[in-house]
């Protein structure tokens, strides 16, 4: 094997799709598959032990995100690029990977020659993430974080359990209140955030990351 290629170790808890992807990357000249993990704690370890050039990083985890795989493996291993290849297709994860060190965000519908190039791209130096899209997840940023500002802590509360198809009788029983406030709360997310049904709030506590 050329000593020359692009080192890879995979980051995903499905060990078909880790099986799937070893096989399209150790099917190029230019690249090979060193070792793969399933977890967040395994990925420090692996990193370490292997000390891979590139880690293709799933988001969601058994122990936790993608994320915290990454600044992990960054910490240890400045040196180490990063590609996220996930299903995961909200701002809140791309400015958590790019805050991360990452240097791509891959929906994993894209097609087998993405990933190919985009590991081709990352591996010499390059970056998936453009001045115009890291601006708007800037942007996007501020925006969240100024909703959740205006928002009291019960708000956000009655919003999160909202978006988990709690009734509003459920929510009152679950946080020790009248049903009475609980509407309250609910006008108020309606004003401030515009969420006025359970669908609105399945959308907005995403975006604010509220659920997962």
Do not use: C, W
């Amino acid at each position: 094997m050329k000593t020359d290629t692009t080192r890879v170790l995979i980051v995903e808890d499905h060990q078909v799709v880790a099986d799937g992807l070893a096989a399209l990357i150790n099917d190029q000249p230019d690249m090979h598959v060193i070792g793969q993990a399933g977890s967040v704690a395994e990925s420090l370890t692996r990193a370490i032990e292997l000390k891979p050039d590139l880690v293709l990083i799933d988001f969601r985890l058994t122990d936790g995100t993608g994320a915290d795989a990454a600044a992990g493996i960054r910490q240890m291993r400045p040196e180490t690029k990063l590609i996220f290849l996930t299903r995961e297709d909200s701002d809140a994860a791309r400015f958590a990977a790019l805050e991360a060190g990452a240097s791509a965000f891959i929906h994993k519908s894209r097609a087998a020659q993405d990933v190919v190039d985009a590991i081709r791209t990352v591996a010499e130096g390059g970056s998936l993430f453009t001045p115009r899209s890291i601006a708007q997840l800037l942007n996007s940023r501020r925006e969240v974080e100024a909703q959740l500002e205006r928002l009291t802590p019960r708000e956000k509360e009655v919003l999160r359990l909202m978006a988990e198809g709690t009734s509003s009788r459920e929510i009152a029983h679950r946080l020790g209140i009248s049903y009475t406030t609980v509407r309250t709360h609910i006008r108020s997310l309606g004003s401030k955030l515009g969420v006025h049904s359970k669908l609105e709030a399945i959308v907005k506590a995403r975006e604010l990351a509220l659920v997962e």
